[in-house]
Each structure stands twice: as C-alpha cells, then as structure tokens.
C-alpha cells in the first residue's frame, strides 16, 4: 500500500550524516483505517477506501453514518479513495500506517495551496509593472486585454485580476527523510502545499 492521509504540521530542519542542513515538513501521518475495497469483479476497478481522523458525532450526516456502520468503523473526518492494484491484500478494518513508507522513498504530496484572496495581474500572474517615469501612472494596470473590430472580444482563459490561491496543488519527486511509527510522523525534504493543518495526500511517486 503507498498511499496515506495526512496533517502539515509545520517545518524544521534537521541534520543528515555529512552534517548538512535539510529543511522538512513535518506531516502527521495515518494511522487510516481501510473502510472499503474495491473490486474488478464488483466495481470495476480496484481501489481501497481510508478514513482519517475521528469526526465529531453532529458533523456527520445520516448517509455517510450509515456508511461506516455497514463496515464497522467509527465515522472519520476525511475519506479518501486510492486506485491500486493488490488490493486483495488489505481487509476492511486494517490500518494503514506510516511504515509504509521508508527513508529514501519518492513521495508525492497533494494539499489545497493558501488562499490568497483578491489579486492583480502582477501578483497572481508575475506581469510586469509599467514605467515609473515621464508622467507615467500606469504602474500595476494589466494593460490591453483584447481588439476592437476583430474579434471584439476577451478570448478565455485570459490572464486577469482575480482570485489567487487555494487551489489542488500536486508537489511531485519530494522525499521521505524519516519515518517515525510511534509519533505517526513523515519528514518530507522541503516544503508541501497549504498551510498548518492542511489535509495532505501522499502518494508513491508516478515519475
């Protein structure tokens, strides 16, 4: 099984056997508990079903109450599904935990980026600011944004002033520093999306 939810802590560093400086992001990991498999046989494809984290009793609707009942599992924050293969392996009940991942190991790790709110074009876009000189007062205008006659319109997709930030963010190739069962903690070389107490996936890597 490699694939897990998690919490962002914060960032430290820590110190590698040459003595060198290694900036990590602590990240609570698991343990998350297997609510359901998936089957080719039964649904198609082959996926397993975690929970994370211990949902209060009022924030959970009667559905998804019914849903953990129907397996036995106290009701969970979060629910995830993970496509793999092997599933066969793993029982509803089962708990996935951080040593399933090891010191070395390519992660990863998606998160919801911080919101930003409202921003300009030389924020969110990176465009360049106008001249500051010879009367000029174009300093942050995004500047012309289509043609008059033709087509006499703004093509879509076009780069303006808006809202910035939480977004899904994927940080592909990060490594796992050290694992921690007891604590149920990953250190992952440097820095993941999202703020503190961010929901974390953590995937093996696909590249």
Same mark, same amino acid.
Request: one cysteine or more; hydrophobic letters at 35%.
């Given at each position: 099984?490699?694939?897990? #939810?998690?919490?962002?802590?914060?960032?430290?560093? /820590?110190?590698?056997?040459?003595?060198?400086?290694?900036?990590?992001?602590?990240?609570? +990991?698991?343990?998350?508990?297997?609510?359901?498999?998936?089957?080719?046989?039964?649904?198609?494809?082959?996926?397993?079903?975690?929970?994370?984290?211990?949902?209060?009793?009022?924030?959970?609707?009667?559905?998804?109450?019914?849903?953990?009942?129907?397996?036995?599992?106290?009701?969970?924050?979060?629910? @995830?599904?993970?496509?793999?293969?092997?599933?066969?392996?793993?029982?509803?009940?089962?708990?996935?935990?951080?040593?399933?991942?090891?010191?070395?190991?390519?992660?990863?790790?998606?998160?919801? *980026?911080?919101?930003?709110?409202? +921003?300009?074009?030389?924020?969110?876009?990176?465009? *360049?600011?106008?001249?500051?000189?010879?009367? *000029?007062?174009?300093?942050?205008?995004?500047?012309?944004?289509?043609?008059? +006659?033709?087509?006499?319109?703004?093509?879509?997709?076009?780069?303006?002033?808006?809202?910035?930030?939480?977004?899904?963010?994927?940080?592909?190739?990060?490594?796992?520093?050290?694992?921690? #069962?007891?604590?149920? /903690?990953?250190?992952? @070389?440097? *820095?993941?999306?999202?703020?503190?107490?961010?929901? #974390?996936?953590?995937?093996? +890597?696909?590249?």
């Amino acid at each position: 099984m490699k694939g897990i #939810l998690g919490k962002k802590i914060g960032m430290t560093q /820590v110190f590698n056997d040459d003595g060198e400086v290694i900036p990590v992001t602590v990240v609570k +990991a698991g343990p998350c508990p297997v609510i359901q498999k998936k089957t080719e046989e039964v649904d198609g494809y082959s996926a397993v079903q975690l929970g994370f984290e211990d949902a209060k009793a009022f924030r959970v609707n009667k559905p998804v109450t019914g849903h953990f009942e129907k397996y036995g599992i106290e009701p969970k924050k979060y629910i @995830k599904e993970f496509r793999l293969d092997g599933v066969e392996e793993l029982e509803t009940g089962d708990e996935v935990k951080v040593d399933t991942f090891s010191a070395g190991d390519k992660i990863d790790v998606t998160g919801t *980026s911080k919101g930003k709110g409202f +921003a300009g074009t030389v924020k969110r876009w990176n465009f *360049s600011t106008g001249p500051k000189t010879h009367g *000029s007062r174009n300093y942050r205008l995004p500047g012309s944004i289509g043609q008059s +006659a033709d087509p006499a319109r703004v093509f879509k997709g076009k780069k303006m002033a808006g809202h910035m930030g939480r977004e899904k963010v994927t940080v592909q190739n990060l490594e796992v520093v050290k694992v921690d #069962l007891e604590k149920d /903690v990953l250190l992952v @070389k440097g *820095s993941v999306p999202g703020p503190k107490k961010g929901l #974390l996936t953590i995937e093996k +890597a696909v590249k």
